[in-house]
């Protein structure tokens, strides 16, 4: 169960994912919507979600994205996008 009673909507398998690729995968390049002064923060929002092993799940990376958009530093667009990156990388 995920913040809030919703249900769990990705994986919860954890997986390796490296600082070098969440850049990459946040980049304004990859998700056009995201502004520039977004990038650090989301960038960092899910280095630290990681384990100390470098692991995270999608499900993980969903929730650090929801508490963002619902804090209004995202937008709706922005975390759907990231979530389609996340998932083509991580699937």
Request: proline share 1%; charged share 30%.
């Amino acid at each position: 169960m995920s913040l809030f009673g919703l249900g769990v909507k990705y994986s919860q398998v954890e997986q390796q994912l490296s600082e070098f690729d969440i850049k990459k995968l946040v980049s304004p390049y990859h998700i056009k919507t995201l502004k520039q002064e977004e990038v650090s923060e989301v960038e960092q929002a899910i280095i630290s979600r990681r384990h100390g092993d470098g692991k995270i799940s999608l499900q993980q990376i969903y929730e650090t994205l929801t508490q963002m958009k619902n804090k209004n530093q995202i937008s709706r667009q922005d975390r759907d996008g990231l979530m389609k990156a996340f998932e083509e990388h991580l699937n």
